[in-house]
């Protein structure tokens, strides 16, 4: 995906080449800065990543192939005013989201009204019949939300994606902020930036307020972080994540359903795990409810959850909410549940499911965005506008076989930020995922998140996947 | 802590132990070999090496040249050869990877640190000139492992799990390097006396980096006996069988003070221990050294699969 053209938002610098509020001070420091020394900096941060072992497993590499997603060390800065308005649209949609899975699961009172078709529901395979009548401790189905966030002008930022399964990058959003601090130590004493680092803890606390209430009374609620193992391409953040909260991470061998609880093999027996909080897709949490095939969740483990034995996190199904289908319906769902008006836009979505939609994205395919409803990472998309012919030719007869597969979007003018390059500060298209936690409690933001940045110059694809970088992410102080 | 934690603790403490042995009796081969003068004799000692590390049967089906590049190349780095240094320091990071969150960042950072320079040494063919280099990464790898664990980790089950690899592995090495040598220290040969069995005695102390130890309490002296004994009996050695036994039973002794109860592996250890505690060598050589070095190979692979099985490392 590339620039149509169009001048787009630069968050660092004005049209008339001055420097914006919100990077005054950096920018200040930065050019007081020896070229040289910034160049080893970089280096040397490379290096440190390496050191501890932050990398991630591309799928179709080789196995044990390890992979550094880029660091860029120009961070993104947003303003206090501009981050309390962010929380605000985040909230409210991170509200409508448990609200409508609740619906969803229970008297889908949203279908009743008129405001979604029963298709979007039907032949989806993230709408999980399991979960049908039941409700999660604490009526909490997303613990764990990241929100993808693109801008395209000084007071727009939009919604492109909801993630509510796993959404994973946040402990690049830790570890950028590490390098960062241990790179730069005086940036921090000269700029109010908020801190991140406390997440982890967070995150233990909020896992364990939805421990299921039947096992909360025998002392602290035991969390376990279940992954696939160490071939998964998020391994590193599995273990980064269950270390810094003192979390066992247990893959599914650990485990067994034992009188009607979920437990881990420890060296001295068996104990229970309270809350889990899992890396591993609904499909393969349970060979017994799901995929028979599964050798990485644990067998019975569904029902363990049905009866109140143990807090899964993300609740299973989750996954209706943030698919491609129901995103074009999400300003419909939020003020539903909400009774607001969305504080945060969507991108505008064509559904090919529809006849007219259809036939408009056909019309414009090479100006258009078309992405797999089910898809993920930046796999089986087209970006109309860097396509070749035969590519378009391609993508129209499969978009033809079978539309309600897609969904298009125009190519946004997205917003850049410099990143630092041999020829000096260059800008590139980026995007913003805050994570947010759920529990009881309320909804929780970390003032930061995980800025993606495509490194290639013009390009709009920022997933690591494929060849986009991260930059550490600034929220400043009042 | 989880069976599987601490299943992975113990292997990548005992790869780690495994890669340094190797690399020392590489190191052993290596120097052997200079001083030998025909071909003939030289493969004899590469072969040895092959022997001590288990691994002459599989070169054999690979390899028909027992030369020392060939040798030790495949010891280091071949790519089908699982046992292979470099295939060990790999496994002994994976296996830290896995129990990541056991570890101090510094036992993770240096294991893993030390697998990417050993891979990068490793990536090209190594050739006599640039050995002793690589020798040393290796055994620096395990010592600066050691140094972490020691220096960092809390005195809990993971450390002791960690230990208990260590010297496992240790014990089960050292008796394999006696073994394989024990008859240059039998008597038959041993009144000889020849210059022959001098280089023999100090290259089998060397194997277990124990030659300058055993000058300094022998103010130089070497005799066969003497030499068994210290590699067997003396408890001041870190290679002996009695102080890998003695440390083994130590940790063991503080897995049982933190679960509050022993496992069936303390009794085998309790008995193991109070045995190489009270024979004499007089005793070890009426019997045989071959045998009992059998016999203790054995125990100590039962002792193993019972802490294992005790603290279920696997379903």
Redesign the interface.
Known sequence: MSDTGAANFDEMLNRDGTVRPAYADFRQWFDGQDTAWLRRQDAEAERFFRRIGITFNVYGDDAGEERLIPFDMIPRIITAREWRKLTRGIEQRVRALNAFLQDLYHRQEIIRSGRLPIEALRNNEAFLSQMIGFTPPGGVYTHIVGIDLVRTGDDEFMVLEDNARTPSGVSYMLENRETMMAMFPELFTRIPVRPVSDYPRRLARSLRACAPPAHTGSGRPVVAVLTPGIYNSAYFEHAFLADQMGAELVEGSDLRVMDGRVCMRTTTGYKAIDVIYRRVDDDYLDPLTFNPNSALGVAGIFDVYRSGGVTIANAPGTGIADDKAIYSYMPEIVEFYTGEKPILQNVPTWRCSEADSLGHVLDNLSDLVVKEVHGSGGYGMLIGPTSSKKELADFEAKLRAKPANYIAQPTLSLSTVPIFTKEGLAPRHVDLRPFVLVSPNGIDITPGGLTRVALKKGSLVVNSSQGGGTKDSWVLDE | ????A?NGVYWMSRYLERAENTARLIDVGFHLALTRGNRQSQDEEWKSVLTTTGQLEDYCQKHSDFSGTQVFNYLLREKDNPGSVLAMVENAR?NA??V??SLT?SV??TT??GW?NLRELLSRPVRETSLGEVLTQIRRTGTLVRGALEGTMLRN?VFN?SRIGTFIERADNTARILDVKYYVLLPSTAWVGSSLDNVQWDTLLRSVAGNRAYSWLNAGSMDPRGIARFLILDGQFPRSLIFCYDKIRSNMAG?AKE?GREVSAHQLLRDAGAKLHQITIEEIFEGGLHEYLQAFISKTIEIGSAIAAD??FS?
């Open positions: 802590m989880l069976g599987r601490a994976t990877r896995v990541r969150t960042n993770w950072e893993n640190e990417m089950e799990f897995l679960y603290y279920r379903e």
